[in-house]
Each structure stands twice: as structure tokens, then as C-alpha cells.
């Protein structure tokens, strides 16, 4: 059974603070989702990393794949109120001819002014 | 945007009584899926579908069923439901283009009484 653990599970931070939070597992994935949800919302994707090593960033928020594919860092620069939310990772597995989103429990990050 | 709808995006019910949930997109995506989402937990596939007529269950042991007879519409129904049943349920699509993105809905928040 693969199982995506996300750390920490609340993060209460003040704006303009630095934050990082991370998304583990055994299991070896194709390609990682992170995503942000919003109060009375469904997710949205944020970024797809494929590559071993990857890293990518949008504008204050950096994603990073693990080198081994089982692991995934979000770090946010000067975190913002509009940051608030509950970020989830999903890690993209192939199974049963199709592939399959496998999420985490996310973390649920609230920046205050 | 995405344009993926749900309906009722919140219920109120009795055990017992047979409900629906509502679940469009007009993306003309083939894949859709329904998960249910409670505090603190992982988002759970609970149904997929890859196209008009094709069903399956998700990893998550439901008593809900599904239909796909349009491509565009995936209800979910409760035959009977029960306290147990409460939880957010969340509706969403993606595309045959390999990248997995999912587009949800806003969900359905649903408490049985």
C-alpha cells in the first residue's frame, strides 16, 4: 500500500516568515502533484514534478522531487496571508493499466498579518 | 478556471433517505472520479471513470454507486443513507494528455442525521 505522509500536519506562522513543508514515502512515484485548497474549495493544482532532483518554482514557492522519486519539498519565501490554505501532495502511480493519484493528508498552513 | 460544477454543495439529511450528488464539467474530459475528504485525512478515491459506461470502484470501500452515461455528468447515489456517510465529498476530472492533472469541484459537504 503506497502511503504519502506530509509534514508538519498545522503550521501557524507570521507574514513574511520562510517555510518549508515536506511530503514522504517508500514507495517510488512517476511524477508528484502538489496542490492548495481553499476553504469551501476543491484542490488546485499548484506544480507537477517528474524528474528525479527536479526543481521547480512559482514566483515565492519552490518545489523539489527527490532524487530517489519518493519524496518532495515545498518551500515558500516570505510567506503571505494569500498563502493560507491546506496544501496536499499527490504522488502519481501506475496501477491496474491506469494511473492512479495517491494523496497525502496535507498541511494546513495559516499565515497571519 | 475549470469548469466543474457539484451539486448541493451542502445537505442536510435524514438515515435512510436516498441521495444524489450532482457532479458536471463541461471540459469534455473523459476521466472523472469522486473522493471523499475528512479532517486531518487523505483524500480517498472512492469511484473512477474513463469514459461513457465505465465504472469502477476506488480504493476506498463505498455503499454509494455511480453512473457515467454522459460523458460530461458523473452523479453519485446513496441508497440509503447513514451517519457514517458524513463527509465532504469532492468531485473531479482530468484529461487523456498524460499529465494526471485533476480539476475539482467545490465539493459537497454532507451531514446525515
Known amino acids: 500500500t503506497q502511503l504519502l505522509e506530509q509534514s508538519p500536519q498545522f503550521l501557524s506562522i507570521q507574514e513574511g516568515e520562510n517555510l518549508t513543508v515536506y511530503c514522504n514515502s517508500s514507495?517510488?512515484?512517476?511524477?508528484l502533484q502538489w496542490y492548495r485548497q481553499e476553504p469551501g474549495e476543491g484542490p488546485v493544482l499548484l506544480v507537477t514534478?517528474?524528474?528525479?532532483?527536479e526543481v521547480k518554482k512559482l514566483k515565492r514557492l519552490t518545489f523539489q522531487f527527490g532524487d530517489a522519486r519518493k519524496d518532495s519539498s515545498l518551500h515558500i519565501t516570505a510567506a503571505q496571508p494569500g498563502d493560507t490554505g491546506l496544501y496536499l501532495c499527490?504522488?502519481?502511480?501506475?496501477?491496474?493499466?491506469?494511473?492512479?493519484?495517491?494523496f497525502g493528508a496535507g498541511t494546513r498552513l495559516a499565515v497571519h498579518p | 478556471e475549470a469548469d466543474i460544477y457539484q451539486t448541493p454543495r451542502y445537505l442536510v439529511i435524514g438515515t435512510g433517505k436516498k441521495i444524489t450528488l450532482e457532479c458536471s464539467q463541461t471540459?469534455?474530459?473523459?476521466?472523472m472520479y469522486w473522493y471523499q475528504q475528512d479532517p486531518g485525512m487523505e483524500l480517498h478515491l472512492i469511484h473512477y471513470?474513463?469514459?461513457?459506461?465505465?465504472?469502477e470502484k476506488g480504493d476506498l470501500s463505498s455503499e454509494s454507486t455511480v453512473s457515467r452515461i454522459r460523458t460530461e455528468h458523473f452523479p453519485l447515489t446513496l441508497e440509503s443513507a447513514r451517519p457514517s456517510h458524513t463527509s465532504q465529498y469532492l468531485c473531479?476530472?482530468?484529461?487523456?494528455?498524460?499529465?494526471?492533472?485533476?480539476?475539482f469541484g467545490p465539493g459537497t459537504r454532507l451531514l446525515v442525521l
Open positions: 473531479a476530472s482530468s484529461d487523456r494528455d498524460g499529465r494526471e492533472t485533476q480539476y
Open positions: 514507495s517510488v512515484f512517476s511524477s
Open positions: 514534478v517528474v524528474t528525479g532532483g
Open positions: 499527490a504522488g502519481i502511480v501506475f496501477s491496474g493499466g491506469y494511473n492512479k493519484l495517491i
Open positions: 471540459m469534455g474530459h473523459d476521466k
Open positions: 471513470s474513463y469514459g461513457v459506461n465505465s465504472t
